[in-house]
């Protein structure tokens, strides 16, 4: 396989569908659609599922072309779906048929997806969660509770882990499923955030219907999928953009031009190690896109998540330390829900206050530091309490 | 050997693999630990034999030389993949002097019988070279040059000291910056002529070798007048402090690896200490630094052969970022290897004595920084800078 002329073959599609959808005029979703038509949403996927069957290291060429016309980040626009949803998908879904029928709708963004996998008992040890699923002919019954949920309140469809078998040891009962979430049986309620708004709930399921042909790879084999959507989520959330200087660190960048009455040679030198940081990481990204195959991303995604989360708690704790007293004041507090739309990200006290859930989501930073450890290191495991035990008999709390 | 632009940064070719196979082998036949310490407790710090094999045989000093300069006309890449085995391994040699330095401002001299006089010997490995040109945070700087140069018809003579020249107590050939009558130019001095006088330093890091060059009306040749000397010591300087850069890699991989296979085989408490988060979380941070180490240093050597990037910017951010990684692994290492890492027979305090020598040769992290501050914080805009609440 040529990349050149892969290459090549990418930016031809890609300077087509902005030639004849100008992002700047036509309306986002048929700029989209136009995009997944071109196989551009994921150019590793498959010709007819939105992508080209190219190296995913690719993307960078279409997504270059497509956003210096002015188009959209789709990400930031349904990132449960692009990040995470998509790959899930592409890999498990039982049939084309329902590939279609998801992927494209989600590249549109007409279809926004949510990610049913936290519980209150189950965080950071996600094998341990307590959802049930029982079979009834040829649907799931399904009963619990979910927490954290990003973007249900607007979301289609959901990612859903959910527990097939309690007497089989954690890992082995789980089974994963696809969820409408304006089916019966599935209620959203929101849950405010420290920075007021509800970017996230709570989803209470009570004896929801999911259909047996919206079951995602084998009963009992759950955990292997969530697998693929996880190591997806982490390199997929990251802070520094594909250009220099471009993703959060701009925002202490630019503030520091704009304000140089505040500056001093102290801060200066940390904002340049931050600088210098997420200059390390782009260039990292870069070197793990231009060495990456078409199969799917390794753990080694972790260090994008791990580094960019700390890293923008970084960038606006600065910010605050720069502006001093100017910075502790606020815009509102009023419990509201956030549009996704170009400044979603608030003013810089909102940012700052963000931040804090980067290293949470997604993975803590503790959790992330053990699978860096564990799966690309090859170091041991923690002692285990649960190992081996059948789900119902581990103490949970 | 790649012989143009190797085509996608951060990609290796097959022969660059095979490169770095060839290299390996020769570092850990020719280099493994006992023959390290053996060499740095003996004259002339290295063995002369091997390092002509690595000249000749492999052909990997001057891989970058093009072809009508004699060299093999391969890029830059090249000679990174070779630095950074060298340097896993703390090769004993020259690498500093003669790879990183005096090949690399041979090269970019114009053409002329000395260049080519000189060229040849170091990239077959039968001679060795030092450069003795003060640098300021990597930078060239022609006010701090202390030798002075005079001409007596088609003959120089170079006086002056330059303090803590790398390599060059055992080196053939001293590359010299000295000030002139029309400004300062880089003079070739064979080490063995009348008026050289080295005096070898006992250096923190005994792999790496320093001496203080004093020159008396020693005889010189011009290598490069005063209307190239500049771009010339400043093409090494940026040569050099990108391969330095790759060391570093090099050397904190090996670290890495050797503390992970440590913290996996020893047990205290009836389990692994890797098992232990306060050690694997540790061992996780040190691998962050690496994959940046790796990413600025890899991508210094492809922008200084493409010219994707500003030379100079480029270099500072492998710089400031491989000094601060390989340091803060070095010291890691020693740290999780308990007190074991502290003794002499420990390879860890090898390593941590050439990151700290490695860290303050071409410009501090600090230095880089400053430098970065300058090109990048002091030209960006505030335009597009986030809205502050105002209560
Ligand atoms: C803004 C936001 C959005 C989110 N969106 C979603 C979503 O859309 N869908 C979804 O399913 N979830 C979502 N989450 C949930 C998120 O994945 C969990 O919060 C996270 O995995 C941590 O779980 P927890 O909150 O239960 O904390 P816990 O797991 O209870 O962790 C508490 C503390 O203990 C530490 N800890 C736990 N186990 C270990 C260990 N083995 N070693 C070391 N330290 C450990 C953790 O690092 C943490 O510091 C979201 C969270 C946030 C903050
Ligand atoms: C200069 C010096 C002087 C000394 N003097 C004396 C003396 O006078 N008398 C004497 O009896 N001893 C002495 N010691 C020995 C010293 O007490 C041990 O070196 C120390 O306890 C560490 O043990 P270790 O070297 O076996 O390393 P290990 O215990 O093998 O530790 C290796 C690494 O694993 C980490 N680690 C181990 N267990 C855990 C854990 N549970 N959680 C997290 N991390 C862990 C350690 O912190 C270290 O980083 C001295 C050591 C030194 C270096």
Excluded at chain 1, 132 to 140: F, M
Excluded at chain 2, 240 to 264: F, I, M, N, P, R
Excluded at chain 2, 380 to 390: E, K, L
Aim: aromatic residues 6%; negative net charge; charged residues 25%.
């Amino acid at each position: 396989m040529s990349t050149a002329a892969d290459s090549s073959r990418v930016a031809d599609a890609a300077r087509k569908v902005v030639q004849e959808h100008d992002p700047t005029r036509v309306p986002t979703r048929e700029f989209l659609a136009a995009c997944f038509d071109a196989g551009l949403s994921w150019v590793h996927f498959p010709e007819g599922l939105g992508g080209l069957g190219v190296s995913r290291g690719l993307q960078s060429v279409a997504d270059g072309i497509l956003q210096d016309a002015g188009g959209p980040v789709p990400f930031a626009l349904n990132p449960i779906g692009y990040g995470m949803a998509a790959p899930t998908l592409r890999e498990h879904a039982q049939t084309d048929e329902l590939k279609r029928e998801w992927l494209r709708p989600l590249a549109t963004t007409e279809n926004i997806w949510c990610q049913l996998f936290s519980e209150p008992g189950a965080g950071s040890d996600l094998a341990g969660l307590a959802t049930s699923a029982v079979r009834d002919g040829d649907e799931w019954v399904v009963n619990g509770q979910k927490v954290w949920t990003s973007l249900a309140h607007r979301a289609r469809w959901a990612l859903l882990l959910a527990r097939t078998d309690p007497d089989a040891p954690k890992h082995k009962g789980l089974t994963y499923f696809v969820v409408d979430m304006q089916g019966p049986g599935v209620e959203t309620r929101p849950l405010r955030q420290m920075t007021g708004q509800a970017e996230f709930n709570e989803v209470y399921l009570n004896d929801a219907r999911i259909p047996d042909a919206h079951r995602l790879g084998a009963v009992g084999d759950g955990w292997r999928v969530a697998m693929t959507t996880l190591m997806n989520e982490r390199s997929s959330i990251g802070a520094s953009g594909s250009r220099r200087g471009t993703g959060t660190i701009a925002d202490a960048v630019s503030l520091w031009a704009s304000r140089p009455d505040l500056h001093t040679p102290v801060l200066e030198d940390r904002l340049t190690k931050l600088w210098l940081r997420a200059e390390a990481q782009r260039l990292t990204s870069e070197r793990s896109r231009a060495t990456a195959t078409v199969g799917g991303p390794g753990p080694e995604g972790s260090v994008g998540k791990l580094v960019g989360a700390e890293l923008n708690q970084q960038v606006y704790e600065f910010c605050m330390d720069l502006l001093g007293p100017e910075g502790i004041l606020y815009d509102d507090y009023t419990m509201r829900d956030m549009e996704r739309t170009d400044d979603w990200r608030g003013p810089l006290q909102q940012r700052f206050l963000r931040s804090r859930a980067n290293t949470i989501e997604g993975g803590t930073s503790e959790v992330l530091r053990n699978i860096l450890g564990e799966r690309v290191l090859g170091l041991p495991g923690d002692l285990r309490a649960d190992a081996g035990k059948p789900w119902k008999e581990i103490p949970r709390g | 050997m790649a012989d143009q632009q190797d085509a996608r940064p951060f990609v290796f070719s097959e022969e660059q693999r095979e490169l770095r196979t060839a290299v390996r082998r020769f570092a850990a036949d020719n280099a493994d630990e006992q023959a390290v310490r053996r060499l740095m407790e003996s004259d002339p710090g290295f063995d002369t034999k091997a390092w002509a094999r690595l000249g000749s045989e492999l052909g990997v000093l001057g891989l970058s030389v093009p072809e009508e300069q004699g060299g093999v006309g391969g890029t830059l890449v090249d000679q990174a993949v070779a630095v950074e085995e060298l340097g896993a391994t703390l090769y004993p040699g020259p690498v500093f002097g003669t790879v990183a330095l005096a090949i690399p401002a041979l090269v970019a001299a114009s053409d002329g019988p000395v260049r080519s006089e000189l060229l040849g010997p170091l990239v077959e490995g039968t001679r060795t070279a030092a450069v003795a040109v003060a640098d300021r945070a990597g930078a060239f700087d022609p006010a701090a040059v202390t030798v002075q140069a005079t001409r007596a018809g088609d003959d120089w003579t170079l006086s002056g000291t330059v303090e803590r020249v790398v390599d060059a107590a055992a080196a053939d050939d001293l590359l010299v910056a000295a000030t002139g009558p029309d400004g300062v130019a880089l003079f070739a001095v064979d080490a063995t002529a009348g008026g050289v006088e080295r005096t070898p330093l006992t250096t923190l890091d005994l792999t790496r070798r320093q001496a203080t060059l004093r020159l008396a009306d020693a005889p010189a040749r011009l290598v490069a007048g005063p209307d190239e000397a500049e771009r010339v010591i400043g093409h090494a300087l940026v040569v050099g402090s990108a391969l330095l850069a790759v060391e570093q890699v090099g050397a904190s991989q090996h670290l890495l690896d050797l503390t992970v296979e440590y913290a996996k085989g020893r047990l205290q408490f009836g389990r692994p200490i890797g098992s232990f988060q306060a050690v694997k979380h540790r061992l996780a941070d040190m691998l962050v630094d690496l994959e940046h180490a790796r990413s600025a240093a890899y991508h210094a050597v492809w922008a200084l052969g493409d010219g994707s990037d500003d030379p100079a910017l480029a270099a500072s951010i492998a710089q400031a970022t491989c000094s601060e990684a390989f340091a803060r692994i070095a010291a890691d290492t020693i740290q999780l290897h308990g007190g074991i890492g502290f003794t002499w027979e420990y390879q860890a305090q090898l390593y941590y004595k050439r990151a700290i020598t490695d860290a303050a040769l071409l410009g501090s992290a600090e230095q880089h920084r400053a430098r970065i501050a300058r090109l990048v914080l002091d030209t960006a805009s505030g335009d597009g800078a986030p809205a502050v609440a105002t209560g």
